[in-house]
């Protein structure tokens, strides 16, 4: 059973950049395609970005796409998010995800490992 922890969240302020991590276990973490997905008071879980198993292949919502980094080390089984600018806007939940597909994912059903979310809080 693939488990996922992220970290990395907290409290900034418009602006400033934080880099949340992801560390994965039990499973064939390299083999797969990973995302971040996001969800703010009162909203649906929206898409934020992923990664293909290699790395190689990125896809971000166009909200973030100029902003926000993935990432992937799949020497060390951990996904990263590097987000800069953050806004306001950006304050959510964040979740980690893991497919069980090597290319690029958009859809929260195309992923069946979920982490328990950090908390992103941009004041302005």
């Known amino acids: 059973q693939v488990q996922l922890v992220e970290s990395g969240g907290g409290l900034v302020q418009a602006g400033d950049s934080l880099r949340l991590s992801c560390a994965a276990s039990?499973?064939?973490?390299?083999?797969?395609?990973m995302g971040w997905f996001r969800q703010a008071p009162g909203k649906e879980r929206e898409f934020v970005a992923t990664?293909?198993?290699?790395?190689?292949?990125?896809y971000y919502a166009d909200s973030v796409k100029t902003r926000f980094t993935i990432s992937r080390d799949n020497a060390k089984n951990m996904v990263y998010l590097q987000m800069n600018d953050l806004t306001p806007e950006d304050t959510a939940v964040y979740y980690c995800?893991?497919?069980?597909?090597?290319?690029?994912?958009?859809?929260?059903?195309?992923?069946?490992?979920w982490g328990q979310g950090t908390q992103v809080t941009v004041s302005s």
């Open positions: 039990g499973g064939t973490f390299s083999r797969y395609a």
């Open positions: 995800a893991g497919s069980e597909y090597r290319n690029n994912r958009e859809y929260e059903y195309e992923y069946r490992y």
């Open positions: 990664i293909s198993w290699a790395g190689y292949s990125l």
